[in-house]
C-alpha cells in the first residue's frame, strides 16, 4: 500500500511542479475601467472628478432626493394625488417607520452617500502628495462644505444622527445618533475651515482657474450656508454678519426679473447644479411641471389650495413663478419656478442651491431679532420690490412679532418648494405644531402629532447598526 | 523498470503497480503532451550495441532501456538468482540481445511491441505444476478481442475467469491474453456501460465477444466529469436525465426539461416568457448571499450561469438582473443562458452532488455540479436524422378577476368606507369612463397563443476509428402577447471522434454554436390585467390608439417598444489523449466558449401618449453590448490497472481558467423621428450607463485514486488545490478533498445465499469538503469608477464600494450515506440517500446601515448553515411483457436548512433576519389573528404589549413570527407504457411548499379599492360591516395594513408537468419508405395543475417579493421523426 502512497504524493507533486506558475497566474491586475483609489488621489484631476461627481448625483438624485416634494406635502406647500404611497403618508402626516422609513430612504442614505464621498476626498487628499496645493485646499475645502451641507439637512430632517468623519466602515457601522449641537459645532467647524480653504471665485475644472459657471461651492457659498446654520442655531450677530458678507462680496446680485432667477448662472445663484450634458430640465422642472393630470405625473402632487392662497394680490411670484393645467376640468396649479421641463430640447436653467435673496431674508430676521428693525425692514423690502410689491406697512415695521411673522411670510412665498425651506423653517420657530394643527385636517389627516416633525429612518439600518435608534415616537 | 513486490508480471493482468519515476517522467511528457509523437518509432530494425564485463543484468537492463527505448517489468527477487554477464555485441537486434542475455538465467523474458515491453518471466513453467493442472480437460492460453455492438474494440474491459482471482483487462485494441486456462473455464465480461457477460471458454483459444450496451439502469454509463462509471459501482451521488427524456419535453431551455426530475434539485419555472430564467436550487442554499449557483459544465468547459442581460439597460420584459434579489429564493431575472443550448444536442445532464462527486470540482463545486454532455457521432452506416414539431402554447393558470359591476362596487365601497368624495381624478369612478364598459384584459394582453416550432437534422456516421456528428436546429417561440413577439434560435453543431489505427491516440472535438435571436416588449405586460374593466377601448372607432381625453395611458401604445437581445454562443472543445504505456493515458483538454449579447430596447415616440407633446427626448434607444470569454486547459494522466481482483484508477491533473467579461450600455435619445430611432447617429444625446471589464483567472491541481475490489468494495479519494484571482493576496489559495467508499453487499456470497431476492445492494458513504468563490471580481480592491456624466469637462468618479481586503473561500462540508437496493433482477430498484452539509466562512456583501455610505461590504460571516435532506428514487419495472411494457419511477426530495450557529447574532445586522435553529428562508413578522370584525382591519398579536392584539405593528419587537418561504418536499411520478410501437409518458410533479399567495401580491402595491385596478375574485370576501367574519379586510382608497404572516401559506400543488405519446411507424411501413426509423409524437407540457384557489400560478409563489409575471405555459405540440 505504501507504494500507492508515494505513487500518488509523487505524482501530485509531479503536478505541482506545473502548479508553480499558478501563484502568478492568480493575481491578476487591476480592473481597467476603474481606478484604484490611491491613485484618484494622487492626481487633481481625478481627485477633482471624485469631488465634482457629488454635485452630479445631487443633480439626477432631484436635488435632495425630493425633499422638496417631501416637505412640501408634510407641509402645507404642495397636495398629494397619489393616494396609495407613501407620498400619501407624508401628505397626512401618517409616516410609520415600518411602511414609509424605507420608502423615504434616499432621504437618509444618499446624504450619507455624500458624506461618505466628502469622507474619502478628506482622507484621499490629506494622504497623497501627488496633488498640487491650490487644489487640495479648494477640494478639502468643497468636502468640507458638502460635509457641512449634508448634515445640516440630516439634523433638520431627523433631530439627532451619527456624526461621522471617517470612511471606516468598521466604526461607522455600530455609530448611534450625536446629539444635535454636537453636529452643529462639527457643521460650524467645517464651514469656517472651507472659507478659508475656498477659492472667492467661481473655479473651472482645473479648481483655480475662473470659471462664469456658479456651479463649484465657493468662499462665499461657505459663508452663505453658515450664515443661515447660525440663524437655525439662534446666533444672530453671527448670521448677520456672514449674510452681509455675502450680500457685500459684490459677486452676486438680485435678477431683477423673477423669471430669470432659476437660469443658468443667474447672477443671483451663489451655488448651482450643472446638469449632464443632454440633460435640459432640472429635476424641479420635471417633478413639478404638469402636462397631464397630476395623477399621472411624476410627483403626484400640486400646489396647495393653502399656498395659493398665501400670496398678496399683484406678487410676481404668483405670477411667474406659479402657472397651471386644466384636465378634464380640473385646473391644477404648480410651481413655476423652473420653465424647463421633460421635453425641453436646450439648457437653459441649473439647479439652484443657494440664493442671494435667502442671504436677505436671513440678515432681516437677524437684524429683527437684534432689534434692528430698520435694516431689518429694508432687507425685506428689497425682496419685496423685486416681487412688484410695496414696502411693508408701517404697523409691521415697528411690531418686532409683526416684523418676525412678515419675514416668515416671505420666506414662505420666496423660498417655496426650494430644498424644503418651509418645512425647515416652521420647525425651526416653533411654529410647525401650531400650523400643522391647523393644516392637517384640511388635509384629510387624523391630526398633528409632534413626532411627525421628524421622519423615520430607514428600518433596515435600525436592523443593521445595532446602536442606531429609530426617531422618537415612531 | 524494477517492480518491488512478487507476483505475476503486469501483462497478464494479475501484476502490480509501474514505478514511481515512470509516472514522474510522464507528468511531465503529460506538458509536452502536444509535442507528442503519435508513432514513436518500432523495435523492428533498431539494433544494440552493448559491451558489459560481469555486470549485474539490472546495469544490463538500464543500458538496453536507454538505447531501445523499450522497458523491462521485473521485480527485485525475480534477479535474486541471477548471475552477473559480460556481453559483448554491435549492432545486434533486440530480441539476439535479450536471448544471449538470458541464456544461463534462471528467468525468461518476453517482448511486448506494442507497448514497448520487455517482461521479465519466472522460469520455464514447471512441470510439475503443468501435471498438477492437467486433470480433466486441460487448459491452455487464450486471447480474445472484446468489442460493442458497433464493433468497437472497448478499452479496458475486464475479464475475469469465474471462480478464480485470475483474470486480464483489455488492451486499448479491446484484446486481452489469459494463460492457463481450463477449457471449461467461464469467463466473466464486465465493462461501464455494458451488461455483464458470461462466455464458456469451450476450448477455445481465440474468442471474440460482443458485449451488449446495458439497459440495465445501474449499469448505465454516469460521467462524473473528469472520470465516468456506472450507478451500480459509483461512490458518490450523480443522478442522469437522458437525452431521450429532456426531448420528450417541448420546452427550449434545458434546465426546464430537469423540473422535477431529479432529486435534490429544485427548478421551478417562474415566467411564461421564452428566455425567462428559472429558480434554481440544488440541495437548499448553502450560501447566505448569492453564490447558491451550481456550477455548469457543457462538454468539460465551465459555462456562465449568470444572465448576461446587460444590468446597464435591463432585459425588457426578461427583467434586469441587476434586480436580482439575493433574498434567499434564488430568483434570477434577464435572459436564461441555458437557453443559448440546443436541447436536440444534448445526449445526456449529470447533476453531481456529494462531496465524492464534487469535490474534484473543489472550490466550484460547493453547490453541486451540472454536467451537459452533447451528444457524440457514432460509426456505421451514415445516418440523417429528421425531427420536427411544432405547437403552441397558452397561459397554464389564469386569474379570475373582478368583472365591472363587482370592480365599481369595490371602489364605490373604499371610498365609503374612507368617507372620502370621488375626486377628478379618479376617471373610472367618476363618471369620466363609460361604466358599463367590461374588457377582459387578462386576455387581451396575455390570452393570445404562443406558437412553437422546432426542427432539428442531423448527420452522423464514421468507422470504427473516425465518427462524426453534424447537426443543425431551428426553432421559433412566439408569445402570449399582443403583438409580434418571439424568440428564434438557431444551431449548428460538429463534432468529430477520432482513434489512431493502434488506438493509442484519441482526440475528440466538438463545436457547437447558437445563435439565438430574441423580440421580447419593453415590459412583461401580465402588469396591464389588473387595468379597471371599465377603461376604455384600446382603439378609437376608426383604428387609432384611443387617448380619452388623456385620462389614460393607453398600454396597447406600449407595444410599440421592443427589447431585442441577438445572442451569438459558441462553445468549442478539442480532448487529445494518448496511451503512453498500458493503462496510462496522457491527455488533455482545450476549452473555449464566447458569448456576444447585443441588445437593443427601443422606445418610439408612439410609447407616450400625446400628452407629452412631440418630445423627441422621449424617443430612446438603449443599447447594450456584453461579451464573455472563456478559455480553460486541463492537462491529466489517467491510469487505470486491474490489480488482483480489484481495479485501480488513478487521476492527476491541472486546471488553468480565465473568464474575460466586458459589457457596455447606452443611452440614444433625442431622435427627431421614430424612423431614425435605429439608426443611434441621429440621436442628439448619447449616455453611457456604464461599463465594465472584468478578468477572473483560476488554476488548480487535483487528484483522484480509486479501488474497486472485486466489484465489492470501492474506495474512492479526491483532492484539489485551487488559486482564484477573487480573493486578496495570500488569499487565493484553498485546499479541498473527499473520500467516498461503498459496499456491494450482494456481490458477497453470504448474502447471494441468504437473500435471493435481491440482485443489488449497496451501501455508501462519502466526506469531503468543497468551496466557493462565487463573488464579484476586485471585491478586496478599493477603486473609483466613472459615472459616466462629465461635470465641467472632467467625468466623475464615484467609489465603487467598502473594501475588505481579509475575506477567503467559504468551506461547504458534505457529508452523504446512501443505500441502493435491487430487487428481482433489477426489476425494482430502490435509492435513498441522507446527506448533511454544513457551510462555514460564509461569504456575504455584509449587510451595513446606510450611513456607511454603502449598504454592503464583502466579508465572511461567523456563521454555519446546514443543509440536509433525504432523497428517494424508486424505478420499477410493473410489466413486462412481449408487447406491453409498463415503467415507472418516483422521485422526491426532503430538504431541510438550518442556520447551526451565528456568534453574536443579535448584535448583528442579521438579527431580524435569521434566528439560529431556524432556516434561513424564514421572515420574521407579526402574527396575524383575522380581521377585526368591529372595524375590518387586519389585527396582529402584540408581542410588546404582552398580549392582546394591535392592527398597527410597528415595534420590530411584534415582528417575531416565523415564516419560511420554502419547499417540504418535492419530485416527480414518471409512467412509462409501451405497447407494439406506441409509446406513452405520463410525468407528474408535486412540491409541498409555503410561498407568497394573493393577498401577499396585492398588498405590495395593488391593495383593493387603493387604485384603478382590478384585484381577483378572492378579494369578494372582504370585510363589509360590522361582526363580519372573515381573513380579508376593507376595502379602502387607502393603503392599509399588509396582511404579513398571511400573505404566506400553503402554495403546494401537482402538476401534470408532461405527457408524450409516440407511435413508431410498422417496420413494413417503413422498409417500404426506405427509413431507417420513423416515429411520430404528440407531447404537452404544463397540462393541468392542481393548486389553492389564493394563488395564480404556483410556481411563482417563491419570489420574496411578487409581481404580476406571465405564469408558465401549457404548450402542446406534434411532431415528426425520420431517419434516413
Given at each position: 500500500m505504501t507504494h500507492y502512497i508515494k505513487l500518488l504524493s509523487l505524482s501530485v507533486l509531479g503536478v505541482s511542479i506545473l502548479g508553480f506558475g499558478c501563484k502568478k497566474f492568480v493575481e491578476i491586475p487591476p480592473p481597467t475601467t476603474e481606478l484604484v483609489t490611491t491613485n484618484v488621489f494622487n492626481d487633481a484631476s481625478t481627485a477633482t472628478a471624485a469631488q465634482t461627481a457629488i454635485y452630479t448625483s445631487m443633480f439626477l438624485n432631484g436635488a435632495g432626493f425630493g425633499i422638496e416634494i417631501n416637505t412640501g406635502l408634510s407641509s402645507d406647500e404642495l397636495q398629494t394625488y397619489f393616494s396609495g404611497s407613501y407620498f400619501f403618508d407624508l401628505y397626512t402626516n401618517t409616516l410609520n417607520a415600518i411602511n414609509d422609513g424605507n420608502s423615504l430612504s434616499g432621504q437618509w442614505s444618499g446624504p450619507y452617500n455624500y458624506i461618505y464621498q466628502a469622507n474619502a476626498v478628506i482622507a484621499g487628499l490629506q494622504n497623497n502628495s501627488g496633488v498640487d496645493t491650490a487644489s487640495k485646499r479648494q477640494l478639502t475645502g468643497e468636502a468640507e462644505f458638502i460635509r457641512a451641507f449634508w448634515y445640516f439637512y440630516l439634523v433638520n430632517t431627523y433631530g439627532d444622527v451619527p456624526l461621522l468623519t471617517t470612511t471606516a466602515y468598521q466604526t461607522n457601522s455600530v455609530a448611534s445618533r450625536t446629539p444635535m449641537e454636537k453636529v452643529y459645532s462639527q457643521i460650524v467647524a467645517d464651514l469656517i475651515d472651507a472659507q478659508k480653504l475656498l477659492s472667492p471665485n467661481f473655479v473651472d475644472e482645473t479648481d483655480t482657474a475662473v470659471s462664469q459657471d456658479h456651479v463649484r461651492p465657493t468662499k462665499w457659498a461657505a459663508t452663505a450656508f453658515l450664515a443661515r446654520v447660525y440663524l437655525y442655531t439662534g446666533d444672530y450677530k453671527d448670521a448677520a454678519i456672514q449674510a452681509g458678507a455675502v450680500i457685500n462680496s459684490g459677486q452676486f446680485s438680485l435678477v431683477p426679473d423673477p423669471n430669470q432667477v432659476f437660469l443658468e448662472n443667474s447672477n443671483e445663484a451663489i451655488w448651482q447644479l450643472m446638469p449632464p450634458p443632454g440633460y435640459y430640465a432640472t429635476s424641479e422642472g420635471t417633478l413639478f411641471i404638469l402636462t397631464t393630470s397630476p395623477g399621472n405625473s411624476s410627483a403626484g402632487a400640486a400646489l396647495s389650495p393653502q399656498f395659493l392662497n398665501a400670496f398678496d394680490s399683484g406678487d410676481l411670484r404668483r405670477i411667474d413663478w406659479v402657472d397651471s393645467i386644466i384636465v378634464s376640468g380640473s385646473t391644477y396649479y404648480y410651481p413655476y419656478?423652473?420653465?424647463?421641463?421633460?421635453?425641453?430640447?436646450?439648457?437653459?436653467e441649473y439647479g439652484m442651491v443657494l440664493r442671494l435673496s435667502e442671504q436677505y431674508l436671513i440678515r432681516a430676521e437677524a437684524e429683527a431679532a437684534d432689534n434692528d428693525l430698520t435694516d431689518a425692514t429694508s432687507d425685506v423690502n428689497t425682496i419685496r420690490n423685486r416681487a412688484g410689491l410695496g414696502n411693508l406697512p408701517n404697523a409691521t415695521t415697528t411690531d418686532l412679532q409683526l416684523m418676525l411673522l412678515a419675514i416668515q411670510h416671505e420666506r414662505q412665498v420666496e423660498l417655496f418648494t426650494e430644498w424644503g425651506d418651509r418645512w425647515f423653517n416652521l420647525k425651526r420657530t416653533n411654529a410647525l405644531d401650531s400650523v400643522m394643527t391647523m393644516v392637517n385636517p384640511q388635509k384629510g389627516g387624523t391630526g398633528w402629532q409632534s413626532f411627525q416633525q421628524l421622519y423615520p429612518i430607514p428600518t433596515t439600518d435600525i436592523q443593521n447598526d445595532p446602536n442606531l435608534k429609530q426617531t422618537p415616537g415612531y | 523498470m524494477k517492480l518491488t513486490a512478487t507476483g505475476e508480471n503486469p501483462f497478464r493482468g494479475g501484476g502490480y503497480i509501474i514505478e514511481l519515476l515512470m509516472i514522474m517522467k510522464l507528468t511531465i511528457s503529460l506538458v509536452l503532451l502536444a509535442s507528442l509523437q503519435v508513432s514513436a518509432g518500432t523495435a523492428r530494425g533498431q539494433t544494440l550495441t552493448l559491451s558489459l564485463d560481469h555486470a549485474q543484468l539490472e546495469k544490463a537492463f538500464e543500458l538496453i532501456e536507454s538505447q531501445s527505448g523499450y522497458t523491462f517489468f521485473y521485480y527485485a527477487e525475480q534477479l535474486k538468482d541471477t548471475k552477473p554477464v559480460s556481453l559483448h555485441v554491435t549492432d545486434q537486434t533486440l530480441e539476439s540481445v535479450l536471448v544471449s542475455l538470458f541464456k544461463d538465467q534462471p528467468i525468461g523474458f518476453k517482448i511486448d511491441q506494442e507497448k514497448k515491453m520487455i517482461i521479465v518471466e519466472k522460469g520455464k513453467i514447471s512441470p510439475i505444476k503443468a501435471a498438477k493442472n492437467a486433470h480433466g480437460n486441460g487448459e491452455g492460453n487464450i486471447n480474445g478481442k472484446i468489442t460493442n455492438e458497433e464493433g468497437e474494440p472497448l478499452d479496458g474491459a475486464s475479464v475475469a475467469i469465474k471462480g478464480t482471482k485470475s483474470g486480464a483487462q483489455t488492451s486499448s485494441k479491446g484484446l486481452f491474453e489469459l494463460k492457463n486456462v481450463s477449457s471449461d473455464a467461464i469467463l466473466v465480461i464486465t465493462f461501464i456501460g455494458y451488461d455483464r457477460q458470461e462466455v464458456k471458454v469451450n476450448g477455445g483459444k481465440e474468442l471474440t465477444i460482443t458485449l451488449k450496451h446495458s439497459t440495465n439502469e445501474l449499469d448505465q454509463t454516469v460521467i462524473k466529469g473528469y472520470y465516468n462509471t456506472s450507478e451500480r459501482l459509483s461512490t458518490g451521488d450523480v443522478s442522469t436525465v437522458k437525452g431521450v427524456d429532456i426531448s420528450?419535453?417541448?420546452?427550449?431551455?434545458?434546465?426546464?426539461?430537469l423540473e422535477g426530475r431529479v432529486p435534490g434539485l429544485y427548478i421551478s419555472q417562474t415566467s411564461g416568457i421564452p428566455g425567462a430564467y428559472a429558480t434554481i436550487q440544488l440541495?437548499?442554499?448553502?450560501?447566505?448571499?448569492?453564490?447558491n449557483n451550481p456550477l455548469y459544465i457543457v462538454d468539460g468547459v465551465p459555462y456562465s450561469s449568470s444572465p448576461l442581460t446587460s444590468s446597464f439597460i435591463g432585459g425588457g420584459a426578461l427583467g434586469s438582473p441587476g434586480n436580482n434579489n439575493s433574498n434567499n429564493t434564488g430568483v434570477i431575472y434577464g435572459a436564461s443562458p441555458f437557453n443559448n443550448l440546443n436541447m436536440a444536442d444534448i445526449e445526456s445532464i449529470e447533476v453531481l452532488k456529494d462531496a465524492d462527486a464534487t469535490a474534484i470540482y473543489g472550490s466550484r463545486g460547493a453547490n453541486g455540479v451540472i454536467l451537459i454532455t452533447t451528444k457524440k457521432g457514432k460509426g456505421g452506416a451514415t445516418k440523417l436524422d429528421v425531427n420536427v414539431f411544432t405547437g403552441a402554447g397558452s397561459i397554464a393558470s389564469k386569474m379570475n378577476l373582478l368583472n365591472t359591476p363587482q370592480y365599481l362596487e369595490m371602489r364605490h365601497e373604499a371610498f365609503r368606507n374612507d368617507n372620502r368624495t370621488i375626486g377628478s381624478t379618479f376617471y373610472d369612478v367618476n363618471g369620466m369612463w363609460d361604466s358599463t364598459r367590461y374588457t377582459n384584459w387578462q386576455k387581451v394582453f396575455i390570452g393570445g397563443t404562443a406558437k412553437f416550432t422546432n426542427a432539428q437534422v442531423s448527420l452522423s456516421g464514421g468507422n470504427s476509428n473516425t465518427q462524426f456528428l453534424l447537426s443543425g436546429g431551428y426553432s421559433n417561440q412566439g408569445t402570449v402577447f399582443p403583438g409580434n413577439y418571439t424568440d428564434q434560435k438557431a444551431s449548428v453543431g460538429f463534432n468529430l471522434t477520432h482513434t489512431s489505427v493502434n488506438r493509442k491516440f484519441h482526440a475528440l472535438l466538438f463545436i457547437d454554436y447558437v445563435n439565438d435571436n430574441s423580440d421580447l416588449p419593453g415590459y412583461d405586460f401580465s402588469q396591464n390585467i389588473t387595468l379597471a374593466p371599465d377603461a376604455p377601448a384600446l382603439y378609437t372607432p376608426n383604428g387609432t390608439i384611443n387617448w380619452q381625453n388623456y385620462t389614460w395611458n393607453n398600454p396597447i401604445a406600449t407595444l410599440s417598444e421592443h427589447a431585442k437581445a441577438n445572442t451569438d454562443n459558441l462553445l468549442g472543445n478539442f480532448n487529445v489523449s494518448y496511451e503512453v504505456l498500458p493503462g496510462l493515458l496522457a491527455k488533455s483538454s482545450f476549452g473555449y466558449t464566447n458569448m456576444q449579447l447585443n441588445q437593443t430596447i427601443i422606445t418610439p415616440g408612439?410609447?407616450?401618449?400625446p400628452a407629452y407633446g412631440d418630445d423627441p427626448n422621449l424617443r430612446s434607444n438603449s443599447y447594450g453590448t456584453t461579451n464573455v470569454k472563456t478559455w480553460i486547459i486541463e492537462p491529466q494522466l489517467v491510469y487505470s490497472k486491474k490489480i488482483g481482483l480489484g481495479k485501480l484508477d488513478a487521476l492527476a491533473g491541472t486546471t488553468f481558467q480565465e473568464n474575460q467579461q466586458n459589457s457596455i450600455g447606452q443611452n440614444a435619445y433625442g431622435f427627431s423621428n421614430d424612423a431614425l430611432i435605429t439608426n443611434v447617429a441621429a440621436a442628439s444625446t448619447i449616455q453611457i450607463y456604464g461599463s465594465s471589464n472584468t478578468l477572473y483567472h483560476y488554476d488548480a491541481i487535483f487528484g483522484r485514486i480509486s479501488y474497486n475490489w472485486d466489484d465489492k468494495y470501492l474506495i474512492n479519494a479526491t483532492a484539489r488545490r485551487d488559486g482564484s484571482s477573487r480573493f486578496g493576496p495570500d488569499k487565493q489559495f484553498g485546499d479541498f478533498g473527499a473520500v467516498g467508499a461503498a459496499w456491494i453487499f450482494s456481490n458477497t456470497s453470504f448474502f447471494k445465499k441468504a437473500v435471493p431476492g435481491i440482485s443489488f445492494g449497496k451501501i455508501k458513504i462519502s466526506y469531503g469538503s468543497t468551496g466557493n468563490d462565487q463573488i464579484s471580481d476586485y471585491q478586496y480592491l478599493s477603486t473609483y469608477s466613472s459615472n459616466g456624466y462629465p461635470y465641467q469637462n472632467l467625468t466623475g468618479l464615484t467609489p465603487t464600494g467598502l473594501t475588505n481586503t481579509d475575506y477567503r473561500w467559504e468551506l461547504v462540508k458534505k457529508f452523504e450515506t446512501g443505500i441502493d437496493v435491487g430487487l428481482w433482477k433489477d426489476r425494482v430498484l430502490f435509492n435513498a440517500n441522507y446527506y448533511m452539509n454544513r457551510t462555514s466562512n460564509q461569504l456575504v456583501g455584509y449587510a451595513l446601515p446606510s450611513i456607511t455610505g454603502f449598504s454592503t461590504v464583502e466579508a465572511n460571516l461567523p456563521a454555519v448553515i446546514q443543509n440536509t435532506g433525504v432523497e428517494i428514487s424508486i424505478n420499477t419495472v410493473n410489466f413486462k411483457g412481449r408487447d406491453f411494457t409498463w415503467k415507472s419511477s418516483l422521485n422526491i426530495s426532503i430538504p431541510r436548512n438550518k442556520l447551526i450557529s451565528y456568534p453574536n447574532l443579535s448584535g448583528s445586522p442579521y438579527s431580524q433576519t435569521y434566528e439560529v435553529g431556524k432556516p434561513l428562508y424564514i421572515q420574521f413578522l407579526p402574527h396575524n389573528t383575522g380581521v377585526k370584525p368591529a372595524n375590518g382591519l387586519y389585527q396582529f398579536q402584540s408581542v410588546v404589549n404582552h398580549g392582546g392584539d394591535t392592527t398597527t405593528p410597528a415595534d420590530p419587537g411584534d415582528f417575531q413570527f416565523l415564516k419560511s418561504i420554502t419547499q417540504k418536499y418535492y419530485g416527480g411520478f414518471l409512467n412509462s407504457f409501451s405497447y407494439k410501437g406506441f409509446q406513452l409518458d405520463i410525468f407528474f410533479q408535486f412540491v409541498n411548499q409555503t410561498g407568497n399567495n394573493y393577498q401577499q401580491l396585492f398588498t405590495n402595491n395593488l391593495q383593493p379599492g387603493v387604485f384603478d385596478a382590478n384585484v381577483p375574485t378572492y378579494f369578494l370576501g372582504r370585510w363589509q360591516q360590522p361582526n363580519d367574519m372573515t381573513n380579508i379586510q376593507r376595502f379602502s382608497t387607502f393603503r392599509l395594513k399588509k396582511p404579513y404572516d398571511a400573505g404566506i401559506s400553503n402554495t403546494s400543488f401537482i402538476r401534470l408537468k408532461n405527457v408524450s405519446l409516440s407511435y413508431n411507424l410498422p417496420g413494413k411501413w417503413q422498409q417500404k419508405a426506405h427509413l431507417q426509423n420513423a416515429r411520430i409524437y404528440v407531447q404537452g407540457q404544463n397540462l393541468w395543475t392542481i393548486k389553492n384557489?389564493?394563488?395564480?400560478?404556483?410556481?411563482?409563489?417563491?419570489?420574496s417579493t411578487l409581481g404580476l409575471n406571465l405564469p408558465p405555459l401549457r404548450m402542446l405540440t406534434v411532431g415528426l421523426q425520420v431517419g434516413l
Open positions: 419656478k423652473y420653465k424647463a421641463d421633460m421635453s425641453s430640447t436646450t439648457l437653459t | 420528450k419535453q417541448p420546452v427550449s431551455d434545458p434546465i426546464l426539461a440541495r437548499g442554499q448553502n450560501s447566505i448571499a448569492n453564490g408612439t410609447y407616450f401618449s384557489s389564493n394563488l395564480w400560478d404556483p410556481e411563482q409563489s417563491m419570489a
